[in-house]
């Protein structure tokens, strides 16, 4: 890329984040538009060890990870999630997406409509569907944040932004297990978005492993949304523990009191 290309590229990815809510925390280190993390789990333990690493900017859930936390799933109800939904935004002071588990358009709205009641953080994830549209343009309408999530293609995403999402969720881990890149569909939204000026952020979804995180980065991508294992993973490096071992052994020559 040239410097020239390099300058135009930034000004576009600035311009399409004009006009939005500035990162939450007012950190020395945050840059102009922070890439956020988010961690991809229904589990407290999770995601109160996320939180305490002083790097998550919010959650998202769906209705298999929220399955997988249930000890009892005969005893679980629709009010045991909606508590459940509760409690992570006790946790985290971030956008916290709840997808709705309903398929006609009418009945995602009134379910989207509950779930944003719980709490202003909640986030209604609408799946991409006809109906999803439909209820992500009528939600979104009266000031609920829909992120528009099992998306595989650009013509989906595309149709996300039109609706007024606020996220939209490409899966790139499943387009990969069907050979095919994941990260291409991402560069190709970031693009798209950019060309017109959408304001729905890029949130991307189904990552397995740190390089994703790295390929979400350089396409520009607003949001990733991480599984705790990964989180874990970014920080790690063989070197980083051998060298760390090393200063260790060596610092015991001056002792520390
Ligand atoms: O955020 C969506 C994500 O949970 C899907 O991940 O690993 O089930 O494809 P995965």
Redesign the pocket.
């Known amino acids: 890329m040239t410097i020239m290309a390099v300058l135009l590229f930034r000004r576009t990815h600035r311009s399409r984040n004009e006009g939005r809510e500035p990162p939450k925390a007012d950190l020395n280190n945050e840059t102009e538009q922070d890439m956020q993390f988010f961690i991809?789990t229904a589990d407290l333990e999770e995601i109160r060890a996320a939180n305490e690493l002083g790097v998550l900017d919010g959650v998202?859930t769906?209705p298999?990870?929220v399955a997988k936390i249930v000890q009892e799933p005969d005893r679980f109800t629709y009010d045991d999630f909606k508590a459940h939904i509760a409690k992570i935004c006790e946790i985290v002071d971030g956008p916290v997406s709840a997808e709705v588990t309903t398929l006609t358009a009418d009945e995602m709205i009134a379910q989207g409509e509950e779930l944003a009641s719980i709490d202003e953080n909640v986030v209604v994830k609408c799946p991409l569907t006809l109906d999803g549209l439909k209820a992500t343009r009528a939600l979104s309408g009266s000031g609920i944040r829909v992120n528009a999530t099992l998306v595989f293609t650009t013509t989906q995403a595309i149709l996300a932004a039109k609706a007024g999402a606020s996220y939209v969720?490409p899966?790139v881990?499943?387009l990969d297990d069907i050979s095919t890149e994941g990260m291409a569909l991402i560069r190709q939204i970031v693009t798209v978005y950019e060309n017109y000026g959408y304001p729905t952020e890029v949130l991307v979804?189904?990552i397995?492993h740190p390089q994703h995180v790295v390929e979400a980065a350089l396409a520009g991508a607003d949001v990733a949304?991480i599984p705790y294992k990964v989180i874990g993973q970014l920080a790690k490096h063989p070197l980083t523990d051998n060298g760390l071992e090393r200063f260790m052994k060596d610092a015991a020559i001056f002792g520390r009191e």
């Open positions: 991809d998202t769906n298999s990870l969720s899966f881990g499943r979804a189904s397995r949304t």
